[in-house]
């Protein structure tokens, strides 16, 4: 697994952990030799991204641009997945309204837009189920809970 984490939004927290629920991810869906970025944002610069390439004029909190759309990108030897953006201040604003530590935030976040690099989606109810079930499920099994 190689990842680079950027901080174009500096953060003041220890984020060492992602290592494990990175590595708890890929292992649970059975990925090798990957390669892909998380670059930490601020709402502006989440802003600019989604109002340009989603037409939502609108801070979010998670942003992946999956280089593997199709099956025919998808390179068994050594797979480069794209890019996850996670606006930082919009992160610790949810784990606040929800009631539950940064850690839990910043891994559901970081999980959820792996899953997105990795075909997952929520378009639909039938896969919005089997996608959160999914991010619960690593996230239990990591011990990062609610």
């Given at each position: 697994m190689n990842y680079e984490i950027n901080e174009v939004y500096k953060v003041d927290f220890d984020y060492?952990?992602?290592?494990d629920v990175i590595k708890a991810t890929l292992d649970h869906e059975k990925v090798k030799?990957?390669?892909?970025?998380?670059?930490?944002?601020?709402?502006?610069?989440?802003?600019?991204?989604?109002k340009n390439y989603r037409g939502i004029d609108k801070v979010t909190d998670v942003i992946s641009f999956a280089l593997e759309d199709n099956e025919d990108?998808?390179?068994?030897?050594?797979?480069?997945?794209?890019?996850?953006?996670?606006?930082?201040?919009?992160?610790?604003?949810?784990?606040k309204e929800y009631g539950h530590s940064i850690k839990r935030e910043l891994s559901f976040?970081?999980?959820?837009?792996?899953?997105h690099l990795l075909?997952?989606?929520?378009?639909?109810?039938?896969?919005?189920?089997?996608?959160?079930?999914l991010q619960e499920e690593i996230l239990n099994?990591?011990?990062i809970t609610r």
């Open positions: 060492s952990y992602l290592k030799n990957a390669y892909f970025s998380i670059i930490f944002v601020d709402e502006k610069t989440i802003q600019d991204i989604n990108k998808i390179n068994e030897d050594f797979r480069v997945l794209g890019d996850i953006y996670i606006c930082i201040p919009r992160m610790r604003e949810q784990a976040l970081t999980v959820h837009g792996l899953l075909g997952y989606d929520h378009m639909k109810k039938e896969d919005e189920n089997v996608m959160f079930s099994a990591q011990e």
